[in-house]
């Protein structure tokens, strides 16, 4: 008995997705591919009883080198399934980028589209990537089914992130085999493919000191702190009135008595991750942007958003889903102020203390965060190298920080060189920490130095141009807050600073409150290393009074302490007393 056999489809019209145009192309492998698959699909022949014929014609017909293996030839049949026909052959596959100071994650990609690409196409090739996806990893499960492949746990999750910043970076992420990886590598609106990494904080781990943070101090005075100074932080009492920042780390302890209210839980970005800083990194550089004891601007809003799981380590794909999230949040409280729904908003800024290998993925996130007017911070790095060569320190726009130390000196991991834009404190750095409400910790690190000038930007942004000003964001650019930030900074200030890096350390006016004064009056050139005491010793007169204070102290807690254990004896006599007295009373 013959058997019925579905009608052959009309193939003769090339399926292609609306965003790319049609191309006759009827010469080319990827369209035989594809015709071929769409032929098997709606024929009723079975498809692997015409596998090996038709890869031998095929060979045959198209002068295929004899030795190319079937398997090669059955992953581009996968691809042409599910991708859009263009001509393969006339476009050069996208560039796969990989760091080579970086701990690569398998099978992770960040896909950056071309600038010509619009929004509606880049959601046309989100949806053509998610079929790719699936159809691939459904052609593996059936191979492995018919035991023609191993079971191995290699299952691919497919699509993670869309980014879209400002509209000037448009791209994803995503979790992709080999096979979908080379389609997207031949798609004309990629511009390049990055594999994914690891990134994570950058602070040196030290035992805790319970010492006051000298970095507010450092940041308020000119010359080298002295017994005097060293405790002394000058500042505007409005400093950061206003101001938005968000510190894209671990998360934020936001209800840390330090914080005052003003901190809030913004994002978490990382999958099934909870809404807390379990790391307390975070929470530090938090501190030191907007506490009220530990902060340099002490009236900043604090924003929370989670890119690193608590063990300080994330993915970069993470990190720049996190940036767009601060992006589009800026941009939102912008348009609302310029309505009048968000009166007093002066600008927002934001603070990077991470980092990774050379990632121009990233790079370019955060320059186009800052084209939407947020004035951004990062930390150099502690590999006390040249920064160009990590990322997020290599961000043209944003502000690069090193460390320094009480001593005035580059710390000596600090990371160095043209990158680098500044310098603020970053050794033995006392900040609110997690666990509780109170708790406080001292680390040091270049992530620690950047928050000192994410909070000098909100500190300037409040400033500006007048207390009743209701909203001036325009009227200073991230552009000219930087250059303005850098043409105040104190001059030839530290020690062991390379020839090729910028010896500058920041400075936020010396307590003054009109923001175009503190510019005015410009930077300030340092003596010359040679004649510096790294830490002066108090004069006689500071000695005595001293000595004085302390001992008013001593006294003072001596009497209270003798009283205290006056009391305490007078109540362990009465209570032994009391225990001896029912206790002869029970024996009689």
Known sequence: MSQSRAPTPDLTQPIYPHHI?????????????????????????????????????????????????????????????????????????????????AKHIPNTYIVKFKDHVKEHEAAAHHAWVNDLHVQTESRKLELRKRSQIPFVDDVMTGMKHTYNIAGSFLGYSGHFDDAVLEQLRRHPDVEYIEQDQEVHTLSEDYET????????????????????????YLYSANGGEGVDVYVIDTGTNVDHVDFEGRATWGKTIPANDADE???????????????????????????????????????????????????ESHSAKMAAAKSGKAKGFKGSAANMSLGGGKSPTLDMAVNAAVDAGIHFAVAAGNDNADSCNYSPAAAEKAITVGASTLADERAYFSNYGKCNDIFAPGLNILSTWIGSKYAVNTISGTSMASPHIAGLLAYMLSLQPAKDSAYAVADITPQKLKANLISIATEGALSDVPSDTKNILAWNG???????????????????????????????????????????????????????????????????????????????
């Open 510 to 588: 010396g307590g003054a409150s009109n923001y175009s004064d503190i510019i005015r009056k410009g930077s300030y050139k340092a003596r010359a290393q040679e004649e510096k005491i790294h830490i002066q010793l108090p004069t006689e007169t500071e000695l005595e009074e001293a000595l004085e204070h302390a001992g008013k102290k001593m006294s003072k807690a001596g009497s209270k302490l003798a009283a205290k254990i006056e009391k305490l004896t007078d109540e362990i006599e009465d209570f032994v007393e009391e225990e001896l007295r029912e206790f002869f009373a029970e024996m009689n």
């Open 209 to 232: 000191e319970k010492n006051a943070p000298w970095g507010l101090a450092r940041i308020s005075h000119r010359d080298t702190l002295s017994f005097g100074t060293f405790n002394k």
């Open 21 to 101: 145009r049609s191309r006759p192309l009827a010469s080319s492998l990827p369209f035989l591919l594809n015709t071929f698959v769409l032929w098997l699909e709606h024929s009723g022949v079975h498809q692997q009883d015409l596998l090996s014929s038709f890869f031998a014609h095929l060979s045959s017909s198209l002068f295929i080198h004899s030795t190319m293996k079937a398997g090669a030839l059955l992953g581009l049949a996968i691809g042409a399934a599910a991708s859009p026909i263009f001509n393969t052959g006339s476009i050069p596959e996208a560039p796969l980028l990989q760091s080579v100071n």
């Open 277 to 327: 800083d379990g790391n307390g990194h975070g929470t530090h550089c938090s501190g030191t942007v907007a506490g009220k004891k530990y902060g340099v601007a002490k009236k900043a809003n604090i924003i929370a958003v989670k890119v690193l799981r608590s063990n300080g380590s994330g993915t970069m794909s993470d990190v720049v889903k996190g940036v767009e999230y601060a992006a």
